[in-house]
DNA sequence: TTGAAAGCGCTAACAC
DNA sequence: GTGTTAGCGCTTTCAA
């Protein structure tokens, strides 16, 4: 608690001893009105002004030390430095950027959303943001890219040549994110990645899931309160082109799980991969024998809809993103489980740490693992941002 | 996108037809030296001073009309209030909080939370948000009770004394808190319950759970995959003096789970409850034939521990909250599932609401349901608050 | 190297 | 009823 006072000598001790009352009785007494008398000033915090006056230096003299603009006399900055230690001086940030009258500009450099659900849900959250931080000065413009390298490494250029204070990224692609952020880090600039990570330490932040945990989780529902022998058929419907590693750590983890826990012997596992574009390869043989299908990514849906085309029962299947599709074959039942990856969520977080970085200039953690949600048909509900 | 232009006639047609480039082009180009030379200003929103210029009126009379401070004519107000609405004005909330110098108090009214790690966790997350806002002049005062009626009616008379903007309120105990309520509502000020809710239709804002919806996930969650016949055992340990209806409607939801999927015929139900000082009421004999326990509290290590200690095995335990002593038996794979409430999510958006009513003035969503939470050894987590 | 002062947009006290 | 003005705390320019 800090006491500001003007006021010197047997004045200031008495009203010193007295502050506890004054800050917990706020009616009109004694103390109050010597307060507002001699025009003293009881807060939490220190303004420049008074330091510039404890100093005996000017406002604009403080202001050059905390910025660091150099141009004073090292006398004044361990005098102004001492006293902003001693008083613990936090500068009002609505003040600093209502003077600084600035706009935040954040470069969101993302897929395409449309037609993709879970994009479009990313997209929610990050306009959701971006409403709610408009009145702190934050500005976003977009740069997407479609689902392929080519119109991702074009978009790249534009990025690159765009100046603005922060960005939001999601490295779909990772070599050619590998070699961006690269580049990118000349601007020295914040930079938040969302739905998947390139590596812990280039020093930028992350809001979204440990992909390897999320499989590994996976694995724990496929082989939950199951005692007698299992096939375990891991279906994969990748894109065309599919440089993206999450659903390789999904899988990575999902098999861990299983090596973790050796009593699961009775466990038997077999691997299809088609393409996005083949759906139509699918046939009944795949699934003689399955009791249990792992789909490492959105696509769980197609499954179900061919299971329940053929009439195949009995199978349980797990997979990941609330699209409406997957939530039509939870809900029928067909579909077991589903981990939400909450995409509203990571795009509001993703544009509310450069906030944080940006008009607040906090410190704030690396590193936002969304939790790995479990739905079910019981705790479905359709997600709401914030 | 609005532009404001003090300038007339050709010149302000001029510039208007480079807006686009003005925006997208900050480089020292011609139009901006235009725009600095009239001191013309290019921005989202108008600004007081200037709607008082376009109504030919002083900003004091628009601030007036703004606030509702009345003295003012007629004519203005309409004028004014047409301005707005055309030019999409909205207050600068910096400026306004920085005019405004003053502290929002919040009083926090919560049980004690010395031994309540799940109250302990509700409370870092009201900290947390408490520290994030204190920049934006939110202020906490707090108001511990003892988990008992008489403690809680005597602070009730201290809260209703004690002035202030805003309110965090726990209802744990129903009818005592249905009264308080009805009473608190004549300071017309914004409240924010937790935990547990008090009715939909007091216009009272409530971050938590749904407490029957959780009952019923449970449901599921104990039917889950299971064909043979289920002896399931519904376990209460209540406090001595427990008034609370949250687990009360857990179980409603649990029981309606099972109605609602009358194909579930191999279940059977018991129950057993005993008080919270009784713990040594446990014996043997009541898990005979149990398959499944459902308990309906924070409570399960309880009865994972007599479980272990008497060497039973193969019993399926469902309980809530993450408390240290039930993850350990999570972790031992004695206690199969737990439902999260998210106690630090919870304090922390309670928070975040008051401070949205209070400082920004947003309308905010009156309930926020948190998220049924499944946690397995698997995806467990140290809570983290944001 | 330093101080003075204007201004960010809004509020509220005061004068007319 | 209405206009004027002095702040709120910080930034930044300009002059010294």
Tied chains: 1, 2.
Excluded at 122 to 136: N, T
Aim: net charge negative; hydrophobic share 40%.
């Amino acid at each position: 608690m800090y006491f500001c006072v003007y006021a010197h000598g047997i004045l200031q001790m008495y009203i010193k001893s007295y502050v506890k009352q004054l800050i917990f009785d706020e009616n009109n007494n004694i103390f109050t009105w010597v307060i507002n008398f001699f025009n003293l000033k009881i807060s939490d915090i220190i303004t420049i002004k008074e330091i510039a006056a404890l100093a005996n230096v000017s406002p604009g003299t403080v202001d050059r030390i905390i910025h660091n603009r150099g141009q004073v006399a090292q006398e004044n900055v361990d005098k102004v430095n001492a006293i902003i230690e001693e008083y613990g001086y936090k500068r009002n940030i609505l003040a600093s950027n209502l003077a600084l009258n600035k706009k935040f500009r954040i470069a969101v450099f993302l897929p395409k959303y449309e037609n993709l659900e879970y994009w479009k849900s990313q997209i929610s959250g990050v306009e959701k943001a971006a409403a709610e931080f408009a009145k702190f000065g934050i500005v976003l413009d977009y740069f997407f890219y479609d689902f392929n390298k080519e119109s991702f490494q074009k978009q790249i250029e534009k990025v690159i040549d765009f100046d603005c204070d922060g960005l939001l990224f999601a490295p779909i692609f990772y070599e050619d994110s590998v070699r961006f952020l690269k580049e990118y880090e000349k601007k020295n600039i914040p930079v938040v990645m969302i739905d998947s990570n390139i590596s812990e330490e280039n020093g930028h932040a992350y809001v979204g899931q440990d992909a390897f945990q999320s499989g590994y989780l996976a694995g724990r529902l496929i082989s939950f309160a199951v005692k007698n022998e299992r096939q375990v058929l891991i279906f994969k419907i990748a894109r065309e082109i599919e440089s993206t590693s999450v659903y390789l750590q999904r899988i990575d983890g999902f098999y861990s799980y299983f090596k973790d826990h050796d009593e699961l012997t009775n466990f038997k596992f077999s691997e299809i991969t088609i393409k996005d574009s083949g759906i139509d390869q699918l046939c009944v043989e795949m699934f003689k024998g399955i009791n249990s299908i792992f789909v490492p990514n959105s696509r769980a849906y197609i499954v179900a809809r061919f299971l329940e085309k053929n009439n195949i029962n009995g199978i349980r299947i797990i997979g990941f993103d609330l699209l409406n599709e997957n939530i039509e074959y939870l809900n029928k039942g067909i579909i077991d489980f589903l981990i939400n990856q909450r995409p509203e969520e990571q795009g509001y977080m993703g544009i509310n740490y450069l906030y944080k970085k940006l008009v607040l200039q906090e410190e704030t953690e690396q590193t936002n693992y969304i939790p790995l949600e479990i739905i079910l048909k019981e705790n479905y509900s359709p997600a709401k941002v914030r």
